[in-house]
């Protein structure tokens, strides 16, 4: 009976031992999570602004503004949309192809940094008067 024991430890251990091996292997290979890089996405969603209007850089905003504008989307918005959603922004020359509930989230956040822009313009005009 000790032996029939030891052989399902033994057994189980070295089933163990197989698949932490296959794990690390594939890491170390370069298993690729799929994860998006927040520079990857901030990058291709400014190239992509301009398939919708409610996504658009305010009117006459100055390098400055447009950095902040553009920083406040992709960083208000990167942890919110779902995986599917940053691989479309990613991979796709269409970003109108993502759900509907992410797509609304991205227009939602366009209008939070859009009303900030505006808000440091006007605070900016009051303080050179």
Not at 28 to 41: F, I, L
Not at 64 to 70: I, Q, V
Request: proline share 1%.
């Amino acid at each position: 009976m000790r032996s029939r024991a030891a052989r399902g430890v033994i057994a189980t251990a070295a089933a163990s031992l197989v698949l932490t091996a296959a794990m690390v292997a594939a890491f170390v290979v370069g298993g690729d999570s799929g994860e998006v890089s927040r520079d990857a996405y901030r990058t291709s969603l400014t190239a992509k602004l301009h398939h919708d209007g409610r996504l658009a850089i305010p009117e006459n905003a100055t390098a400055a503004e447009e950095d902040f504008f553009l920083t406040c989307l992709a960083n208000g918005t990167y942890s919110t949309l779902t995986a599917e959603a940053l691989r479309i922004v990613i991979d796709s020359d269409n970003i109108k192809t993502m759900h509907d509930a992410d797509l609304g989230r991205l227009v939602n956040r366009a209008e939070v940094c859009r009303t900030e822009v505006f808000a440091a313009r006007d605070a900016g005009s009051a303080d050179r008067t």
